[in-house]
T-cell receptor, first 115, second 115 residues
């Protein structure tokens, strides 16, 4: 099993450009989520999905879109990048997300810089 | 408003000694807590957890203690090894209104275990 994979590892964008951060998991997990990590702050939840076709907003959703057309994939879209979106982005998945005991597995992260 | 706080950004201990990492929380609704470990350029990996119905959970060299009245938890690593050098995140789990499981993270403590 590859676990949770994320591409790209690094990305530099100019303000106003758009891009999609890819996330995939091969563990047949229903629950997937996106977090961002900024200096001096803990990881914060952006969007999450409890299954294919279902998504919802987390703590810091503004400026980001998501969709979940398959169980395996959960891409994160930046429609018009802003310098405030410079961050490290982590995708995570767990079996159901219904219980606190469902361990969440994180991908290796994407480091995004917006100039 | 940081609901999960790790007030020590860094900690240095000698190999073989005990490492104690501390975490405080403010939301009394939190009832499940986790510790994640993170190496550079990798995603966080689950280490150990504790439910609020317990005050201690042990897994090998790692023990987590929970003091509900003080809203405080700590991670003890005994004996500390150089491979334990990493950033340790404390997190609290809460169930989202749309289903799904949100982790609220602290800012992390960088542990360095010296020879």
């Amino acid at each position: 099993n590859a676990g949770v994979t994320q591409t790209p590892k690094f990305q530099v964008l100019k303000t106003g450009q758009s891009m999609t951060l890819q996330c995939a998991q091969d563990m047949n997990h229903e629950y997937m989520s996106w977090y961002r990590q900024d200096p001096g702050m803990g990881l914060r939840l952006i969007h999450y999905s409890v299954g294919a076709g279902i998504t919802d907003q987390g703590e810091v959703p503004n400026g980001y879109n998501v969709s979940r057309s398959t169980t395996e994939d959960f891409p994160l879209r930046l429609l018009s990048a802003a310098p405030s979106q410079t961050s490290v982005y982590f995708c995570a998945s767990s079996y159901s997300g219904l219980y606190p005991t469902d361990t969440q597995y994180f991908g290796p992260g994407t480091r995004l810089t917006v100039l | 408003d940081q609901q999960v706080k790790q007030n020590s950004p860094s900690l240095s201990v000698q190999e073989g000694r005990i490492s104690i990492l501390n975490c405080d929380y403010t939301n009394s609704m939190f009832d499940y807590f986790l510790w994640y470990k993170k190496y550079p350029a990798e995603g966080p990996t689950f280490l150990i957890s504790i439910s609020s119905i317990k005050d201690k959970n042990e897994d090998g060299r790692f023990t987590v203690f929970l003091n509900k009245s003080a809203k405080h938890l700590s991670l003890h690593i005994v004996p500390s090894q150089p491979g334990d050098s990493a950033v340790y995140f404390c997190a609290a789990s809460s169930i989202l209104t749309g289903g799904g499981n949100k982790l609220t993270f602290g800012t992390g403590t960088q542990l360095k275990v010296e020879l």
